[in-house]
Nanobody
Framework: QLQLVESGGGLVQPGGSLRLSCVGS????????IGWFRQAPGKAREEVSY???????NEPSSVDGRFTISRDNDKNTVYLQMNHLKPEDTAVYYC?????????????????WGQGTEVTVSS
């Protein structure tokens, strides 16, 4: 059974950067697409980015090219580099694994989820 653990969240000032990590255990991440989602207080969960099993990254236009997703299969880890952070990026960030390997922005497709890491962007 695949387990995912996110880390790297914290408090950062507007304009700053954070790198989130999603580490898999119990199974190799190689064949999974990994997605990042976020949920702000009082708001619905929204997609952030995803990367396919063959390392093709995708992100919706809402993050304006500020976020970059990557993976290191040797470390069984997927990263989300977030630059030029804004207060509206404040949320709990979750990673999720899609066994098909294709990935999607549709959260219901994902088979495994981590517990989340909190990101706060504030001065």
């Amino acid at each position: 059974q695949l387990q995912l653990v996110e880390s790297g969240g914290g408090l950062v000032q507007p304009g700053g950067s954070l790198r989130l990590s999603c580490v898999g255990s119990g199974s190799s991440l190689d064949e999974y697409a990994i997605g990042w989602f976020r949920q702000a207080p009082g708001k619905a969960r929204e997609e952030v980015s995803y990367i396919t099993s063959i390392s093709s990254g995708n992100e919706p236009s809402s993050v304006d090219g500020r976020f970059t997703i990557s993976r290191d299969n040797d470390k069984n880890t997927v990263y989300l580099q977030m630059n030029h952070l804004k207060p509206e990026d404040t949320a709990v960030y979750y990673c999720a694994a899609d066994a098909s390997g294709w990935g999607t922005f549709r959260a219901v497709v994902y088979d495994f989820w981590g517990q989340g890491t909190e990101v706060t962007v504030s001065s």
